[in-house]
């Protein structure tokens, strides 16, 4: 068992097209899709841009934690993430920048990128990590009863129809 176990995310294609998934959270819902030109709907993010979007959040609120904690102005500033495959055999690659506004030293550029590699996430990816995956019946991959769809879900549909 993982020392820390972590709520469930859940997973459901939609119906709605060929790839579309709705991804729910707590108490929040998304939508994942594939681009238009390879079968999609183009409705939501990509499972590798969803991965990318899970290391640029990570990275930024580990740079405002640390910033908060020294006591430390941050200035206004973005997070970027792109994901490609290079190589022979292909090798995933993450491309990240930190774009800030106004000047900063080259010691605080170089804090930044030295506590971005330190975000959970980063961690994660760095280190390797086991999936293990199980089978079993589901009564019902249907919203339970009485649940309304949320606000983005009820967007989304609107926007897919024809």
């Keep these: 068992m993982a020392e820390e176990e972590q709520a ?5 294609l939609t119906g709605v097209g060929q790839f579309q ?3 729910e959270v707590r108490n929040s819902s998304i939508l994942a899709d594939e681009p238009v030109e390879v079968g999609g ?12 979007s899970a290391l640029a959040a990570c990275t930024a609120m580990t740079l405002r934690l640390y910033a908060e904690r020294k ?8 997070v970027e993430v792109a994901h490609s495959r290079e190589g022979n055999p292909p090798r995933d690659l993450f491309t990240r920048r930190i774009a800030y506004q106004g000047e900063l030293s080259a010691e ?15 961690r ?3 280190r390797g990590f086991e999936i293990v995956t199980s089978a079993g019946r589901v ?24």
């Design 71 to 78: 006591g430390w102005t941050l200035p206004v500033f973005e």
């Design 124 to 126: 994660t990816l760095m």
């Design 139 to 162: 009564e019902s991959a249907e919203r339970p009863a009485g649940e309304p769809p949320s606000q983005h879900e009820r967007d989304m549909e609107e926007a897919c129809l024809d």
């Design 21 to 23: 998934t709705r991804i």
């Design 8 to 12: 469930g995310v859940v997973a459901r």
């Design 41 to 52: 709907l183009g409705t939501g993010p990509t499972p590798y841009e969803l991965l990318s």
């Design 108 to 122: 605080w550029r170089a804090k930044m990128i030295e506590i971005a590699d330190k975000c959970p996430v980063h």
